[in-house]
């Protein structure tokens, strides 16, 4: 009798246990589904108010500044000037969001606003704004924009919209819906340059489920912006991995050199510099004939972070004390990432005393159609 009493008592916890997990996900999801329709309906608000409110010219480039500002007044927390910016770019990124948000709307949102959201819609087009980039029906969209907002959060949606490419976007967007990746595992995909890696290798299955098995780890005139790596004319590998694509950016040096511009003389690869026994070392070293002084260039296939500058400014520090010759300038440091976001590169960097730039580089695939058909088998279709 105690047994079965025991046994009861156990089926209770483990139902009481099962609903609560459902429904808790439920109320997350929801929860993450509302945030984003809000950033998405915020975006259009901005896009609307730039194209077509009266007093738009009073404000200009200091109009997401001044909203954040007026929000803060009102108490609304997490619309600071970043996010403001994030909204924009999200409502412009993604128009077919559109459907799903109209359709909540109808069920949720007071009549009011719902016709004031809709007259919005109509006036601020994303089509208009995006062009030639956006489908003219949603039906053309490979991923149902109700799927985009249930297995996605925002959060992801800020990662995405770093991609300004359409095809890389969508390779993300299939792979973290197929994979169920939270917001890290989607952002070590995009700093271990996944999609680029992909498009190279010739087994792209293979470069997939090695990432899926790997556990997480970490003068202005003369400096072009961005660095396009068309050049390089990488070979086509089975799989490429991070050392390969970096391998293959540092061994066509010679084309390196010649879009970086006139005047650059290469000195040393991997150059070693040693503190107390501590090896580091500095991916490119050149020295420029013009600016007189030494170049040094860090390499970094992810996006940029605030220690790269960190690293960069004690290269730059030794060499000002350690390699400077009679007559040279201070070096310069040039950090090139796969992806950075500006606003962080500049407060990296300012205050500085040493002279560092933080640029983007890009690098075109061999070929697009062939990644097209990849994303295409795995959606299934």
Same mark, same amino acid.
């Given at each position: 009798m105690a047994s079965q009493k025991q046994n009861g008592f156990q089926s209770l916890i483990s139902c009481i246990s099962q609903t609560h997990a459902v429904l808790q996900q439920n109320a997350r999801q929801a929860i993450n589904q509302n945030l984003t329709i809000r950033n998405w309906l915020i975006g259009c608000y901005i896009v609307e108010f730039e194209q077509h409110g009266e007093d738009r010219a009073t404000y200009g480039a200091r109009l997401l500044a001044e909203m954040a500002k007026a929000l803060k007044a009102k108490r609304? &927390?997490? +619309?600071n000037n970043r996010t403001l910016h994030n909204c924009r770019l999200? %409502?412009? $990124? %993604?128009?077919?969001i559109l459907q799903s948000v109209t359709a909540k709307l109808q069920k949720e +949102?007071?009549?009011q606003i719902l016709q004031s959201a809709t007259a919005k819609f109509e006036v601020t087009s994303p089509n208009s704004i995006r062009g030639s980039l956006t489908p003219e029906s949603p039906d053309e969209y490979p991923i149902p924009p109700e799927t985009l907002l249930s297995r996605l959060s925002f959060t992801h949606f800020v990662e995405l919209i770093r991609k300004d490419d359409p095809l890389e976007r969508l390779f993300y967007e299939v792979e973290t819906i197929k994979n169920n990746w939270s917001v890290r595992e989607l952002e070590r995909a995009m700093n271990t340059a996944l999609y680029v890696r992909t498009g190279l290798s010739k087994? &792209?299955? $293979? =470069?997939i489920q090695k990432f899926k098995n790997q556990k997480p780890a970490d003068t202005e005139d003369v400096m072009r912006e961005p660095y396009s790596l068309e050049f390089l004319g990488l070979a086509e590998l089975p799989s490429y991995s991070e050392s390969d694509l970096e391998q293959a950016i540092l061994n066509h040096l010679q084309y390196f050199l010649m879009e970086l511009g006139t005047g650059f003389c290469f000195e040393a690869r991997q150059k070693r510099i040693t503190f107390d026994n501590t090896h580091h070392r500095i991916d490119l070293v050149f020295y420029h004939r013009i600016l007189k002084c030494h170049v040094l260039i860090d390499l970094k296939i992810g996006k940029f972070d605030h220690a790269d500058a960190g690293q960069m400014n =004690? %290269? +730059?520090n030794? %060499? &000002?004390d350690n390699e400077r010759a009679e007559g040279d300038n201070p070096p310069v440091g040039l950090i090139l990432c796969g992806d950075k976001n500006e606003t962080l590169a500049k407060y990296a960097v300012t205050g500085i005393d040493n &002279?560092?730039?933080v640029s983007k580089y890009l690098v075109n695939l061999p070929d697009k159609k062939l990644l097209e058909t990849f994303i295409r088998r795995e959606l299934g279709k």
């Open positions: 609304i &927390k997490g +619309l999200f %409502y412009i $990124a %993604y128009p077919q +949102l007071p009549t087994n &792209k299955e $293979a =470069v =004690v %290269y +730059l030794y %060499y &000002k &002279k560092m730039f």
